[in-house]
């Protein structure tokens, strides 16, 4: 388009708004495509990134560390990718287990989702993992606690994904842990191909629709003119 000329094919009772100054033709253009999404119900899907990905390939526990008697170590013995995974020993608890502070990884009031492949060691009885997130509000004095999802049946046999989402409000945390706990108190097991996705922060903003609105409802050209 090399002029950006003031002329829709109309959407009956649809109000276009865009603003007459400062705007390239893409921009403009960028608005009626919008306008006419909206008009239609339609929306984008908001872009999503990995903002967490522990394969455990480097050899390190990649930050996880012990939660209770627990003792999480990188492992060769079993891997669903590569060569390696997180291997958890020495659970006393049902709470026990590797634990990952999340406080400088998430943001307050956005939805993150949270994923993992787990598998128990050669010879354990099936039993049921999740991922629980231990949250402590600064300036609290107790502890919460947020299930992210529903406890799964394990077995030693195969890998089982374990996958739900959370978010929190508070933006400041004394506590804020991510855990892998089981209902057999002794029970140990294998992490692998961990995950956290969220929102990848690259979303423009909507277009901007202050200005001059018309709808030329007062049978007046309503301030156009001839160029």
Not at 21 to 42: F, H, I, K, Y
Not at 135 to 164: E, F, K
């Amino acid at each position: 388009v090399n002029r950006c000329r003031a002329a829709f094919t109309s959407l009956r009772d649809a109000t276009v708004r865009f603003t007459l100054r400062s705007q390239t033709c893409w921009r403009r253009t960028r608005v009626l495509a919008t306008a006419a999404a909206l008009a239609l119900g339609l929306s984008s899907p908001a872009a999503s990134a990995q903002l967490v990905a522990h394969g455990f390939e480097d050899g390190t526990t990649q930050n996880w560390t012990a939660r209770g008697s627990a003792s999480p170590l990188n492992s060769t013995e079993a891997a669903r990718t590569g060569s390696r995974s997180l291997k958890t020993t020495g659970r006393t608890a049902t709470w026990n287990g590797p634990a990952l502070d999340l406080r400088s990884l998430l943001t307050a009031n956005t939805t993150y989702q949270i994923s993992g492949w787990v598998r128990l060691a050669a010879g354990q009885p099936t039993s049921n993992l999740k991922f629980t997130v231990e949250m402590r509000v600064t300036g609290d004095a107790s502890n919460s606690y947020v299930q992210v999802n529903p406890a799964t049946a394990v077995t030693d046999a195969g890998w089982v994904q374990l996958q739900g989402n959370f978010s929190f409000t508070a933006a400041s945390n004394d506590v804020l842990t991510l855990y892998l706990e089981s209902d057999d108190a002794t029970s140990s097991f294998s992490l692998d191909d961990f995950t956290i996705v969220g929102p990848d922060g690259s979303e423009e903003p909507p277009p901007d629709t202050t200005g001059l609105a018309t709808n030329f409802e007062t049978a007046t050209a309503e301030g156009w003119y001839a160029r």
